[in-house]
């Protein structure tokens, strides 16, 4: 079975600071990782998704993402905060054998302060 | 225009109604999907298909239905409506391929039931 945890249902950041949102997640089998961000009444968009290649990947919007095995971890990070990245961001865990299905984080609500 | 459109965008309605909510795709996806949004949950699966054929039940399918008419099309019923399903509902499309394909959201139905 899969899940995901994300720590933190809301984060505040001012602005130009570091951003960091946490994601962990449980798999059986090797996983894909991804995470999505919501912006207020859209849906769901990829930022960056983790797929065995290199372990930290790079989204956009300047995000990225480490995978750490060890620490079964996939943290999001953007070095400098923006005010148009406040919005609501979900971290999903897939497997080969899963046909696409992805299981969600309880999501992340990220405030920027100015 | 949007390549996963979802209608109706907002729908009230009392307790006990039969309720459709449609999906239509431009992506010429082959699968599909259709979650619920909660507050502090996350993202859950109700049904997905992987093509017109193909009909499952995700997590939580109890009180709904569905019908793949078309490649493109993907529609969510609730036969008998109630309280515990107000909800924000997605609709998703993936490619065919391994699970490390993207989904691709709409912008969601709310749905609210008195």
């Known amino acids: 079975a899969q899940s995901v945890t994300q720590l933190g249902s809301h984060v505040s950041v001012s602005e130009g600071a570091l951003v960091l949102l946490r994601c962990n997640y449980s798999?059986?089998?090797?996983?894909?990782l991804f995470w999505y961000v919501q912006y207020p009444n859209q849906g769901l968009q990829l930022l960056l998704k983790?797929?065995?290649?290199?372990?930290l990947v790079k989204g956009i919007n300047g995000f990225e993402a480490e995978f750490k095995k060890s620490e079964t971890s996939f943290h999001l990070t953007k070095p400098s905060a923006h005010m148009s990245d406040a919005a609501e961001y979900f971290c999903?865990?897939?497997?080969?054998?899963?046909?696409?299905?992805?299981?969600f984080g309880q999501g992340t609500e990220l405030s920027v302060k100015p | 225009d949007a390549d996963v459109t979802q209608t109706p965008r907002n729908r009230i309605t009392k307790t006990g109604k039969r309720i459709m909510l449609e999906c239509s795709q431009t992506?010429?996806?082959?699968?599909m999907y259709w979650y619920r949004q909660d507050p502090g949950l996350g993202l859950r699966l109700i049904y997905y298909?992987?093509?017109?054929?193909?009909?499952n039940k995700g997590e939580i399918s109890d009180g709904y239905s569905v019908s793949r008419q078309a490649q493109a099309k993907f529609s969510l019923s609730l036969e008998s409506a109630i309280p515990n399903q107000t909800a924000l509902y997605f609709c998703?499309?993936?490619?065919?391929?391994?699970?490390?394909?993207?989904?691709?959201f709409g912008d969601g139905t709310r749905l609210s039931i008195l």
């Open positions: 983790y797929t065995s290649a290199a372990t």
């Open positions: 992506k010429g996806h082959d699968r």
């Open positions: 798999s059986s089998v090797p996983p894909y």
């Open positions: 998703a499309t993936s490619d065919w391929g391994d699970s490390n394909q993207p989904q691709h």
């Open positions: 298909s992987f093509d017109v054929k193909d009909i």
């Open positions: 999903a865990v897939s497997a080969y054998n899963q046909g696409g299905k992805l299981i």
